[in-house]
């Protein structure tokens, strides 16, 4: 059952090493106390039907923490052979064509990085390919910090993509992300914005959308260059 609402603090202690006691001091931190993040947020009203939602935040603002106090841990969980290719990794109930769809769908359109073991992709190429496995389970899904190491072109390309996704097939997909310029490719059902602490819904005045008079165009030119991919993707 989803918590109406979440109040939590997280502490750490404060290391007594020389360079961070000057820097504690510069700030006018007591280093003899603990580090503290207090989190707290009311009126949280998921809706029964939804399929995307939103923990929006700066680095550091507690998401991750958010999201298992909410949700559990298991959302997180992934099983991943990284001695075997990224399409080796998917379902074999998939077809190759079906795969490739994915793949292209979610910016990893190197036909290389697919036949590689997953352990020698990049940041950016790992961060993809994941996503797609991630999208790929049964049940809720929580994807954390999947735009921070692609470009904003993908980033954008990933959540269109993922959002007909979970559309399409019903599926409930939570995003953790610090960007706000995936909102409008995303179009969360809800959101958590941990920099406000409040819960948003897309009615509600408070709900932060990129100016809406390009996002016409700017589909266009993403469509243009993910080669019609993502007109096309599983839907």
């Given at each position: 059952?989803?918590?109406?609402?979440?109040d939590?603090?997280?502490?750490s202690?404060?290391?007594?090493?020389f360079k961070?006691?000057?820097?504690?001091?510069s700030?006018?931190?007591d280093s003899?106390?603990k580090?503290?993040?207090?989190?707290?947020?009311d009126?949280?009203?998921?809706p029964?039907?939804?399929?995307?939602?939103?923990?929006y935040?700066?680095s550091?603002?507690?998401?991750?923490?958010?999201?298992?106090?909410?949700f559990?841990?298991?959302?997180?969980?992934?099983?991943l052979?990284?001695?075997k290719?990224?399409?080796d990794?998917?379902?074999?109930?998939l077809?190759?064509?079906e795969?490739?769809a994915?793949?292209?769908?979610?910016g990893?359109?190197s036909?290389?990085?697919?036949?590689?073991?997953?352990?020698t992709l990049s940041n950016?190429?790992r961060?993809r390919?994941?996503?797609?496995?991630?999208?790929?389970k049964?049940?809720?899904?929580i994807?954390?910090?999947?735009?921070?190491?692609?470009?904003?072109?993908?980033?954008?390309a990933?959540?269109?993509?993922?959002?007909k996704?979970?559309?399409?097939?019903?599926k409930?997909i939570?995003?953790?992300?610090?960007?706000?310029d995936?909102?409008?490719?995303?179009?969360?059902?809800?959101?958590?914005?941990?920099n406000?602490?409040?819960?948003i819904l897309?009615?509600s005045?408070d709900?932060?959308?990129?100016?809406e008079?390009?996002s016409n165009f700017?589909l266009?030119?993403?469509?243009?260059?993910?080669?019609n991919?993502?007109?096309?993707?599983?839907?």
């Amino acid at each position: 059952m989803i918590p109406k609402s979440i109040d939590f603090i997280l502490k750490s202690t404060v290391s007594k090493t020389f360079k961070c006691i000057v820097a504690a001091n510069s700030l006018d931190i007591d280093s003899e106390k603990k580090s503290i993040h207090h989190i707290k947020i009311d009126n949280i009203n998921i809706p029964n039907d939804w399929n995307i939602g939103l923990i929006y935040g700066s680095s550091g603002s507690g998401k991750t923490t958010l999201a298992k106090h909410i949700f559990g841990d298991k959302c997180f969980n992934l099983e991943l052979d990284e001695n075997k290719s990224i399409i080796d990794n998917l379902p074999e109930s998939l077809t190759y064509d079906e795969c490739s769809a994915l793949l292209n769908g979610i910016g990893l359109t190197s036909v290389p990085c697919w036949i590689r073991p997953i352990k020698t992709l990049s940041n950016g190429q790992r961060s993809r390919a994941e996503a797609v496995l991630l999208m790929l389970k049964n049940e809720l899904t929580i994807i954390d910090e999947w735009t921070s190491v692609v470009d904003r072109v993908v980033a954008k390309a990933m959540s269109f993509c993922i959002q007909k996704y979970a559309k399409r097939y019903k599926k409930q997909i939570i995003l953790l992300s610090c960007h706000s310029d995936i909102v409008e490719w995303l179009k969360p059902d809800w959101i958590i914005d941990c920099n406000k602490q409040k819960f948003i819904l897309p009615k509600s005045p408070d709900f932060f959308l990129p100016q809406e008079n390009q996002s016409n165009f700017q589909l266009e030119k993403l469509t243009e260059i993910h080669g019609n991919i993502l007109a096309n993707i599983i839907i």
